[in-house]
């Protein structure tokens, strides 16, 4: 496709696709610019809108793991790219959670091969990069695989990003996307993180049979008529906590060197030092690190309530004991791993208040239960789902 202009009065149709804990606002916003043009769209999220947009279908599915409505609505959205053509137009918005949402897998597994595999990826620690790209191949709605059902019809892609802002492609899975990564690369991954033999039997089967698929790539003709636009992401979110930390007066830093591979204890200790080292730099004023993205934080404990960010401010907890220093991570989608908060924070009196108390740290972090924690000091953070997710958030402040 080139780069003019649409022409919505050469266009037949419009057919919005949405999936994503942001669909319904997104789709909300579209039909405002199109008014009074009318669309038929699919809207695929966590929980329906208080307002009715006209010709939509809603599907609630599930997340983290995909339920049945997951898989209506991948089925559905299957259904309804079969039948448009080449003067129609798809606009496609993505946005976090789209992964788990909308499904429908290869053939030879079921719900239930999906919901073990998808546990099994989300809770095990591999990197978001790596855990999509394994779930690209074991689907037939992700890895650019949407926009080979649609055909020729004008595709738009409209995205909020919850990955690394770098790769567009994993976005819900890079569903209308060129997808880069490989078979042998899921190969790679599973060998990598020692995965493969704790796969549900169908999944491996197909595997070691050599019945996995290949996804469209890049280059590929299924391409031609779509464009991607990304509209928000976690270099936005970090820039918006930056500047509002600014207008206080206080030194501030964005750190980017924390990778999606970290382990816990390596971002704890590389954003603790990071931020002493900005304190002795500044020594008059207040100072803060502003850290966005996320790190490798496995699920030690099922039965534990929390997530990474809580986990990463209970780390802090001892080492910033004493110090004038106070730590705050959270999820920009207002949940944090298996609990009702977003996240936590902390400064130098949590540890000493904690003991006072009767809560013993290490028996909290050992146990993998760090928002309990922080609900009985009162120091969680909790807005409910915010309907969107641009990454985590940090920030360091020392004075």
């Known amino acids: 496709m080139d780069d003019d202009a649409i022409d919505l009065r050469q266009v037949e149709r419009i057919i919005v696709i949405a999936i ?11 039909a405002k610019l199109l008014a009074p043009r009318t669309f038929d769209g699919i809207i695929v999220t966590t929980n329906a809108s208080k307002t ?22 991948g089925a559905a959205v299957i259904n309804c790219l079969k039948q448009v053509g080449p003067r129609d137009l798809v606009i496609y918005l993505l946005s976090g959670g789209g992964s788990a949402l909308f499904e429908q897998p290869i053939d030879g597994l079921n719900l239930e091969d999906t919901k073990a595999l998808n546990k099994l990826l989300v809770t095990a620690g591999p990197a978001i990069a790596d855990v999509n790209v394994v779930r690209k191949h074991v689907s037939r709605v992700k890895g650019g695989q949407l926009t080979a059902l649609a055909g020729q019809a004008q595709q738009l ?18 569903p209308t996307m060129p997808d880069p990564s490989t078979v042998a690369d899921c190969h790679a991954i599973l060998k990598n993180t020692k995965l493969f033999d704790q796969m549900p039997i169908a999944v491996r089967k197909l595997f070691e049979n050599d019945q996995i698929p290949e996804t469209p790539k890049p280059g590929s003709p299924e391409f031609s008529t779509s464009r991607w636009y990304r509209l928000l992401g976690s270099t936005e979110a970090v820039k918006t906590m930056a500047d509002e930390t600014r207008a206080l007066g206080w030194q501030v830093m964005i750190d980017v060197a924390v990778r999606d591979n970290w ?92 003991e006072r ?43």
């Open 20 to 30: 994503g804990k942001a669909a319904g606002s997104m789709t909300a916003s579209v």
């Open 52 to 73: 009715s947009i006209p010709g939509c279908e809603w599907y609630i599915g599930g997340h983290p793991l995909p339920n049945t409505r997951s898989f209506d609505a």
């Open 157 to 174: 892609t409209f995205y909020v990003s919850d990955v690394p802002d770098n790769d567009p492609s994993l976005i819900a899975s890079g």
């Open 263 to 354: 382990p816990l204890e390596r971002t704890v200790e590389h954003l603790l030092t990071a931020v002493d080292h900005v304190r002795q730099a500044h020594p008059l004023s207040p100072v803060a690190i502003v850290n966005g993205g996320e790190f490798s934080c496995p699920v030690t404990n099922p039965l534990g309530l929390g997530g990474r960010n809580q986990a990463f401010v209970l780390a802090c907890v001892p080492r910033i004991a004493g110090r004038s220093i106070a730590v705050l991570s959270a999820g920009t989608d207002g949940i944090d791993g298996s609990s009702p908060a977003a996240g936590a924070v902390a400064d130098g009196e949590s540890l000493s208040r904690a």
């Open 357 to 399: 108390t009767g809560l013993h740290h290490d028996t909290y972090l050992r146990r993998a239960d760090s928002h309990q924690f922080f609900e009985q000091l009162g120091d969680t953070i909790t807005t409910g789902p915010t309907g969107h997710n641009v990454r985590d958030l940090r920030l360091l402040v020392a004075w």
